[in-house]
């Protein structure tokens, strides 16, 4: 199995996709903390949890990176749409995440730097 192929999963239980989805949805609200958290607590028991939540953190600090470089550039103007972009990217791709979650599926973010394997 390469790195870049999350292992399949026959059947995931409704406790495990909730956990995943939180894991994406709570970005919106407290950026890496929840799938930190969530992350943390779950890797062991489940890889279903332990895939989503490294990607929720993965993207999470990948978009992390982009807000410093948007506020760096803010005061040369750039950096607002910058910082724009990284909050809809985020937003979109957490919906869509927790979505593909919550129907028991794998999700890879489109951009994101994967730090956490």
Same mark, same amino acid.
Request: charged share 15%; proline share 7%.
């Given at each position: 199995?390469?790195?870049?192929?999350?292992?399949?999963?026959?059947?995931?239980?409704?406790?495990?996709?909730? +956990?995943?989805?939180?894991?994406? =949805? @709570?970005? /919106?609200?407290?950026?890496? *903390?929840? $799938?930190?958290? #969530?992350?943390?607590?779950?890797?062991?028991?489940?890889?279903?949890?332990?895939?989503?939540?490294?990607?929720?953190?993965? +993207?999470?600090?990948?978009?992390? =990176? @982009?807000? /410093?470089?948007?506020?760096? *550039?803010? $005061?040369?103007? #750039?950096?607002?749409?910058?910082?724009?972009?990284?909050?809809?990217?985020?937003?979109?791709?957490?919906?869509?995440?927790?979505?593909?979650?919550?129907?028991?599926?794998?999700?890879?973010?489109?951009?994101?730097?994967?730090?956490?394997?």
């Amino acid at each position: 199995m390469s790195d870049q192929t999350p292992p399949p999963w026959n059947s995931v239980n409704s406790d495990d996709r909730l +956990f995943a989805v939180f894991a994406h =949805l @709570g970005t /919106i609200i407290a950026s890496f *903390l929840v $799938p930190l958290i #969530i992350w943390l607590v779950k890797k062991d028991d489940s890889a279903f949890v332990d895939h989503h939540g490294k990607e929720a953190l993965n +993207f999470q600090i990948t978009i992390f =990176l @982009g807000y /410093i470089a948007g506020g760096l *550039l803010a $005061p040369f103007l #750039i950096g607002i749409p910058i910082l724009f972009a990284c909050w809809i990217l985020s937003l979109v791709c957490a919906i869509m995440a927790a979505i593909k979650a919550n129907e028991g599926k794998p999700y890879r973010y489109p951009i994101s730097w994967r730090i956490i394997k």
